[in-house]
Every structure is written in structure tokens, then in C-alpha cells.
């Protein structure tokens, strides 16, 4: 078994439970190998995890007492006695649930195992909307509409739920990067990003998607409306891999039409030059929540191309090899079929450009071809 924290914090004579959406997931047998966020209650004091992780941070305790970037992940790390865990109180009492990951039991000291196999068995409306009634009336009101909703978007995204208003105390960086990443983790994110937008708070914090709401878009192409809209859409159409989502075609998908409501219509050319407009767009919104440089960098290439994939089976190499030569140009065709599948116009342009995309890879192995299919004369000399 790999090493992790989790491994080391007990190997240290710690008794560590994961606990939250990881303890529910790994109950629910999602693939947790997937999530990006790993939530660790563990018996280890902030001096103890300190001796143990180098790159310990502290996040702030809206989100954790301390947290470490290890494996791919980052584990958030809440310091409770597990002999006491009725000690710290999440927003829901349907959060109230642990695994020891020593001896792999679960430990459910609010009796939430129903609602639980109500998710395995599929919830119907009364049965989800119990957890939305059992918030914790001491709970940060930020801290309830984020956890909420995440839980709507991942376990009950069928179920309607009201929130009244946003206050509490203002989210940080890191805290927003943390929700919109397990909204984009949740195979139909919208009804969690509806509920923010109702509530203001995407408005207030994330402005380049709420203006996506003012953009119509023509019903010719797109039965679903406006630009918000369709963004919504084109979620539901990606593919999990490995269990879980690309992030990078998540945020490409939730940003490529970011440009819309800053380009202009020019005759027939609607929203003329919104890639490039959108590629900037997404860099400054990325980078005010605090993504790692690289992530940036591939959500930009995706934002900046997404209209390239349409014309690849048409255009000469020249204008189209750069962009196919990048490892990235599988995600953009993904990008591109989520893109197309949400619309009227059918899958036959994204099935052109696959296939456009294979002849290159063929013609490019090809050492008496050049990358257009042409013979190389001097490879016969």
C-alpha cells in the first residue's frame, strides 16, 4: 500500500477516521482514489502532525485545523479525540459520519445509515429532503450554503431546497477553490451552482459566471437557453474516468464560453473573438482562486481552442497541427463533444473530427508521410 498521510499519522500510534464526504463516499463505494479533498479527523495535535508533515498549513478553521498537500490530494485534518466525536459539529447532521480507517467501520452517531441506502437505492423527494432539515442551527450560515450546496450537487441533485441569504463570515481562497472543486467532482453539478446563484453568492464572488446568466443564446442551436445554461448542460455530459472527473475538462467546460458577455456581434458572427476573450477571462479567474500555474495553463489551451475542434476535418494542417500535437487535444475533443451534445446539432462534427484527429496521428507515425497524409519523396531516395 502507498504511503499517505493517513498510513504515517497511524503508523505514528494515532487513531485517524476519515469523516464528512469522505467517509460518505467511501460508504457509498465511490472511488475516493478520485477525489481531490480528503477530510481526516485524527487523535495527532497540531504539534504532533507538525513533527510529522513538513508542508503542514493551516487553512483556517472554517475549513480545517491544518491540511497538507501530499499524493495528489489535500488532506484536511480536524485534531478531535475519536473517543469523543460528537466533539466538533459539521453544518448537517448528515455530515456527522466517520471511518476508522484502521479497522474500515463506520460510525453513525446521528443515525443517518437510511438516508444513506435511500442514496444506494435511488432517494425519492421526501426521503432527500431530510438532510436539508437537519442543519445545524449554530452553524456559520457561508459554511451551511457551501456544504449544502455540495451535498445537493453529489448526493441529491432532484431535491429543492430554499436559502434565504448569504452572510456569515466572508469565504476565503482557499475555501471557494475547495467548493468549486467538489461541485465540478459531482457527476451533476448544476443544482449546486443554482443554489449558489440564487443565494447571491456567485454573484458576489464568482461575477464571470454570473453574467453568463444575462447572454441568450439562439433556441436554433441551444434548447436550454442561455450561456448559464448551456455551461450547466455541457456538465452532464462528461465521462468519469477512473471514478471520478477530469478537472481540467471541468473547469474548461464551466469556463469555455466565459468571453460571451465580453464579445460583440458582428452581422451573422455572434459573440466574434469570445475564445480569446474567454482564454483571459478564465486566466484571472483561476488565479484569484488560487489554482497551481499548470492547471491554469490547460484550462486556458482548452478555453482559447475550444472552437478549433469543429473546424479541424476542413482546415489545412498548417492552421491546426499546432493544437493537435498537444497531449491536451484528447481533452479537447471531450470538451468539444460535451459542447455539442448539449445543443440541436448532433455528434456527426465531433465524429469528423475524431476521425480528422486520427488521420494526423497516423500520417505523423508515418515516416514517408508528412503529418497531411503527403508522401516524402526524399524517404524513398
Not at 322 to 327: A, D, G, N
Amino acid at each position: 500500500m502507498a504511503e499517505t498521510p493517513i498510513t504515517e499519522i497511524s503508523a505514528a500510534g494515532f487513531p485517524v477516521y476519515l469523516h464528512g464526504l469522505s467517509a460518505i463516499d467511501s460508504y457509498l463505494g465511490r472511488n475516493a482514489a478520485a477525489a481531490v479533498a480528503v477530510e481526516v479527523l485524527c487523535g495527532a495535535d497540531l504539534a504532533d502532525l507538525a513533527r510529522l508533515f513538513e508542508g503542514l498549513r493551516y487553512p483556517g478553521a472554517a475549513l480545517a485545523d491544518a491540511a497538507v498537500d501530499s499524493c495528489g490530494k489535500t488532506w484536511y485534518f480536524r485534531c478531535e479525540d475519536p473517543e469523543h466525536l460528537r466533539s466538533y459539529r459539521h453544518s448537517f447532521s448528515f455530515l456527522d459520519f466517520y471511518q476508522d480507517c484502521a479497522t474500515r467501520r463506520f460510525y453513525d452517531p446521528n443515525g443517518i445509515y437510511p438516508l444513506l441506502r435511500s442514496i444506494l437505492k435511488g432517494a425519492d423527494d421526501a426521503t432527500a429532503a431530510q438532510w436539508w432539515k437537519n442543519a445545524n442551527a449554530s452553524a456559520d450560515s457561508c459554511r451551511v450554503l457551501f456544504d449544502g450546496a455540495v451535498i445537493l450537487a453529489r448526493y441529491f441533485p432532484e431535491t429543492a431546497v430554499e436559502f434565504r441569504g448569504l452572510d456569515g463570515t466572508p469565504p476565503g481562497t482557499e475555501e471557494q477553490r475547495l467548493l468549486l472543486i467538489r461541485l465540478l467532482e459531482a457527476a451533476n453539478p448544476a443544482p449546486g451552482f443554482e443554489l449558489l446563484k440564487r443565494c447571491g453568492f456567485i454573484a458576489a464572488y464568482w461575477p464571470e459566471l454570473a453574467v453568463l446568466d444575462d447572454v441568450d443564446h439562439s433556441k436554433e442551436f441551444h434548447p436550454e437557453g442561455n450561456v448559464w445554461k448551456h455551461t450547466m448542460e455541457t456538465l452532464r455530459y462528461r465521462k468519469a474516468q477512473s471514478g471520478g472527473f477530469d478537472l481540467r475538462l471541468s473547469l474548461g467546460l464551466l469556463l469555455h464560453d466565459i468571453g460571451k458577455p465580453l464579445s460583440e456581434s458582428s452581422g451573422s458572427r455572434r459573440f466574434d473573438g469570445h475564445a480569446e476573450l474567454g482564454e483571459r477571462q478564465a486566466y484571472r479567474f483561476l488565479q484569484r482562486l488560487g489554482f497551481e500555474a499548470p492547471l491554469i495553463r490547460d484550462v486556458c489551451y482548452l478555453v482559447r481552442n475550444h472552437m478549433l475542434p469543429a473546424a479541424v476535418s476542413r482546415l489545412p494542417l498548417i492552421r491546426t497541427g499546432e493544437v493537435m500535437s498537444s497531449l491536451l487535444f484528447p481533452t479537447l475533443l471531450e470538451l468539444y463533444r460535451c459542447d455539442e451534445s448539449s445543443s440541436f446539432k448532433g455528434l456527426d462534427g465531433y465524429y469528423r473530427s475524431s476521425a480528422a484527429y486520427q488521420s494526423y496521428l497516423k500520417h505523423r507515425r508515418n515516416p514517408y508521410r508528412s503529418a497531411d497524409g503527403k508522401k516524402l519523396t526524399h524517404a524513398f531516395k
